[in-house]
């Protein structure tokens, strides 16, 4: 569910208020200058990590920063030259109407399923974590999410058909007419109402499997402390189920978060889609028209916005992100430099060198042994 539903909200109905346009002019550009390059540079840090990262996470991630992009420049850039121009130019009018519908609808619920996977990911790694690398082997991943592609892709591939261009309009073709009406409902459950099902369940099935984890940890401490338990057979093993705990625990944050970001702005651009014939195209009063046109806008820009939050998301949550992004950033303009002449007399004045502090210390320790020799002779 999207900008597409209204086929060309310039032309179908009245002209947009001066409030929508002002703010078609004004937060696109920003969404486009603060998104793209976020995604780009989540795509490149995901795309190095996917060789080191165990599982498909980085690439369901790469697909995601591929997505986010694309869909910031198509939305975007057509939000804003469409109130620059004060709704003279559209791009998806000018393009045809019917690849960019296709490819925004596509990537948009493309954006939606790639949720899936990850959550789904999440799943077998609590539940199967010593199969987990053999289940989610990247190959592996990859077969799923091209098998996602072609689906979501022969699902949409009727705009091909069914859309056309006609008096400077994006308009249905007169004979599918009815199946467009219908399918604003079969969009709105591919993009948001089937995802969010499966996100749900999939994410009980996380809680609960958490927490009989930890009410066994409770109970085998309790029966009996002396027992070695199961997650910490020696030590090295100890600490490596302890990392790829952490590691898991990290990465159901960043996917939670990416969830709760996802419908908060997508779920009310579906909603004001749903009813707006209802609400908005029933009525002839000038007041409600606005208000109606100003909640389509915001909703609009929402849905937009989701786009742009995924870097955030990935620098607040994810502690491997963050470490490879300050690798990125450059340092040396931060860092002091010292005067070339100090640099030499710097070991020698009121710095300690590790050969210094060894010949300290072997000094005391070779005193504290004359003395103990002293007492023992006395």
């Not at 939606?112 to 539940?127: A, G, K, P």
Request: a positive charge.
């Amino acid at each position: 569910m999207n900008v597409v539903m209204e086929w060309n909200e310039t032309e179908t109905h009245q002209q947009k208020s001066n409030i929508s346009l002002g703010l078609y002019a004004s937060i696109p550009p920003i969404f486009m200058i603060v998104g793209i390059p976020g995604n780009l540079v989540s795509m490149y840090i995901w795309s190095r990590r996917m060789p080191m990262t165990p599982g498909s996470t980085s690439l369901f991630l790469v697909a995601m920063c591929i997505t986010d992009t694309y869909v910031l420049t198509h939305g975007c850039l057509r939000l804003w030259l469409l109130g620059l121009s004060k709704q003279l130019i559209d791009v998806r009018i000018r393009l045809g109407c019917r690849i960019p519908l296709l490819l925004f609808t596509f990537t948009t619920d493309l954006s939606s399923w790639i949720i899936i996977l990850l959550c789904v990911e999440r799943v077998i790694s609590t539940r199967f974590p010593i199969r987990f690398k053999s289940i989610c082997h990247l190959r592996n991943g990859l077969i799923a999410l091209i098998g996602l592609v072609v689906c979501l892709m022969g699902i949409n591939a009727h705009f091909l058909w069914t859309v056309q261009r006609k008096n400077n309009e994006c308009v249905p073709v007169n004979a599918f007419s009815n199946f467009m009406y219908s399918w604003q409902f079969i969009d709105a459950s591919i993009y948001s109402f089937i995802p969010l099902a499966c996100i749900l369940a999939l994410n009980t099935c996380i809680i609960i499997r958490l927490r009989r984890t930890a009410k066994c940890v409770r109970t085998g401490n309790r029966v009996d402390k002396g027992t070695v338990k199961l997650h910490s057979v020696d030590i090295r093993g100890g600490f490596g189920v302890r990392a790829r705990e952490q590691r898991s625990a990290r990465l159901l944050r960043t996917v939670l978060c990416m969830v709760i970001c996802h419908f908060t702005f997508t779920m009310p651009i579906v909603i004001y889609y749903l009813f707006d014939a209802h609400f908005c195209e029933s009525q002839d009063e000038k007041s409600v028209y606005l208000h109606c046109d100003i909640v389509e806008t915001v909703t609009t820009l929402l849905q937009l916005a989701n786009h742009v939050t995924h870097f955030f998301i990935y620098s607040f949550t994810s502690t491997v992100f963050l470490s490879d992004l300050k690798k990125l950033i450059p340092q040396k303009c931060c860092l002091h430099k010292p005067h070339a002449g100090n640099r030499d007399r710097m070991p020698n004045e009121g710095t300690w060198n590790e050969n210094q502090f060894g010949h300290i210390v072997t000094g005391n320790t070779a005193i504290d042994s004359s003395v103990n020799n002293n007492r023992s002779m006395r």
